[in-house]
């Protein structure tokens, strides 16, 4: 009687004792996650816990959590922790290499999904020209140091008449402009801003610098340069005026910008009407001058629709705008 080999007799006996001999390599049970790549990258980098949970964010625990965590998945030790700090091991040093470069593409994707989201549209505005000017650069800049995002500001530069006109139509979302005693504007809102006064921009060379107060009658007969006739600044002295029962004299020559009023006044050594902000920067060759008894005030406003549905942006803008750090100056006095 022969006697068969037990290989032949069980075949799979032999196959199976061969696969517990060479067991198969395991696998992960999931693959790190980026918070946890982010948190060993940075305990490599900075050498410390302690320093990587506050560049993160995050408590020291629940950073010592992620590297945990990211160890048992790794089923190595990635970091020896010391009292001086911690070092990657030889396998940290290998999982550093290729987690840094994941990481790089990581940012770029978060990057690129940043830009795809929808921008946020224009804060629509409309300012008068001293606002513009002497006002509002400075509001915008402090405006967006108080906000994380960059919001673009679509500005029309008017008079105050036609920055009403714009927001009641629609065309613009806020206005900044001078108070109009003579208008009632319905279904608008209007807030205060600032008070301001018009006053008399004198050339250093000119005798009216001499002098304390300008008698109403020199004043009234003098021509001077002004804005144009629907500005303000103009506006406000001719109604004043004419409560009195005085009239300015014919214009020397009229400007659609106070910059050009300046120039002009400078130029031609002649009196200027001019808003007191535009003359807040201690401009050293023109002087200011008040007439005897007479005072043009105006207050400047923020308008917007009666309805007060402004978006979350423009709501925030206007309320930055209203602060009185803003828009607060001092009042110029003669020098």
């Known amino acids: 009687m022969s006697i068969e080999r037990d290989s032949e007799l069980h075949p799979q006996t032999d196959r199976q004792s061969a696969s517990y001999a060479h067991p198969p390599?395991?696998?992960?049970?999931?693959?790190?996650?980026?918070?946890?790549?982010?948190?060993?990258?940075?305990?490599?980098?900075?050498?410390?816990?302690?320093?990587?949970?506050?560049?993160?964010?995050?408590?020291?625990?629940?950073?010592s959590k992620r590297l945990r965590v990211l160890e048992a998945v790794a089923d190595a030790r990635l970091l020896e922790r010391s009292p001086r700090g911690v070092l990657p091991t030889a396998a940290g040093r290998e999982l550093y290499i290729a987690a840094r470069k994941?990481?790089?593409?990581?940012?770029?994707?978060?990057?690129?999904?940043?830009?795809?989201?929808?921008?946020?549209?224009?804060?629509?505005?409309a300012v008068s020209p001293t606002l513009a000017e002497f006002v509002l650069p400075a509001a915008l800049v402090e405006f967006g140091r108080h906000h994380e995002w960059h919001v673009p500001v679509e500005l029309t530069v008017v008079n105050s008449l036609l920055?009403?006109?714009?927001?009641?139509?629609?065309?613009?979302?806020?206005?900044?402009?001078?108070?109009?005693?003579?208008?009632?504007?319905?279904?608008l809102s209007e807030t205060p801003l600032c008070?301001?006064?018009?006053v008399v921009a004198v050339p250093r060379?000119?005798?009216?610098?001499?002098?304390?107060?300008?008698?109403?009658?020199?004043?009234?007969?003098?021509?001077?340069?002004?804005?144009?006739p629907n500005a303000s600044s103009r506006r406000v002295v001719i109604r004043l005026l004419?409560?009195?029962?005085?009239?300015?004299?014919?214009p020397l020559a009229e400007f659609g910008s106070t910059s050009a009023v300046k120039a002009a006044a400078l130029s031609e050594r002649t009196p200027a009407l001019l808003s007191q902000?535009?003359?807040?920067?201690?401009?050293?060759?023109?002087?200011?001058r008040r007439v005897r008894g007479l005072r043009f005030t105006r207050t400047f406003v923020l308008i917007h629709g009666g309805d007060g549905n402004l978006r979350p942006v423009v709501r925030a803008l206007a309320d930055d705008l209203l602060r009185p750090s803003l828009t607060s100056q001092p009042p110029v006095s003669p020098p």
């Open 25 to 63: 390599v395991t696998k992960p049970v999931r693959p790190p996650e980026i918070a946890e790549l982010r948190a060993f990258c940075a305990a490599v980098d900075l050498g410390s816990l302690g320093r990587a949970a506050r560049l993160l964010q995050v408590s020291q625990p629940a950073l």
């Open 102 to 125: 994941l990481l790089a593409e990581v940012e770029t994707v978060e990057a690129l999904m940043g830009s795809l989201a929808p921008q946020e549209p224009p804060v629509r505005l």
């Open 163 to 187: 920055v009403r006109e714009l927001v009641r139509d629609g065309r613009v979302e806020l206005g900044l402009a001078a108070v109009n005693p003579d208008s009632d504007e319905a279904g």
């Open 195 to 198: 008070d301001d006064e018009v």
């Open 205 to 228: 060379a000119h005798p009216w610098s001499k002098l304390d107060e300008i008698e109403r009658d020199e004043f009234v007969r003098t021509p001077m340069i002004m804005r144009d």
């Open 242 to 250: 004419e409560e009195a029962g005085l009239a300015l004299a014919p």
């Open 277 to 288: 902000f535009a003359l807040a920067g201690q401009e050293q060759n023109l002087v200011v």
